[in-house]
């Protein structure tokens, strides 16, 4: 089970981080996706359980950091600087297999519910 948290409203240039509880058995990946109105699911980053070796799209590498914190089983999001553009609902996801495009969604096992995030 994924479950998601610490979306809201905030201002361009603000900051906003995301968790996710992830009581799940152990995923090979870890990882956030987005989906703004009327727009495809995004992979926005991943992290390779293994190595925290961290994977991040080009629109917000700089800006966006992922981490988790094995003991706790949480994943989480730290988004600076963001703008309109980053608005969308943010999904946490797990990914069992090690092969394909991480930014693929359709090679993720499991989602959660969804984080509203909005920038004004």
């Known amino acids: 089970q994924l479950v998601e948290s610490g979306g809201g409203s905030v201002q361009t240039g603000g900051s906003l981080r995301l968790s996710c509880a992830a009581s799940?058995?152990?995923?090979?990946?870890l990882g956030w996706f987005r989906q703004a109105p009327g727009k495809e699911r995004e992979g926005v980053a991943a992290?390779?359980?293994?190595?925290?070796?961290?994977y991040y799209a080009d629109s917000v590498k700089g800006r966006f950091t992922i981490s988790r914190d094995s003991a706790k089983n949480t994943l989480y999001l730290q988004m600076n600087n963001l703008n309109p553009e980053d608005t969308a609902m943010y999904y946490c996801?797990?990914?069992?297999?090690?092969?394909?495009?991480?930014?693929?969604?359709?090679?993720?096992?499991?989602w959660g519910q969804g984080t509203q995030v909005t920038v004004s």
């Open positions: 996801a797990a990914k069992w297999s090690i092969g394909g495009r991480w930014q693929d969604s359709n090679m993720w096992n499991y």
């Open positions: 799940t058995y152990p995923a090979r990946y």
């Open positions: 992290i390779y359980t293994s190595s925290d070796t961290p």
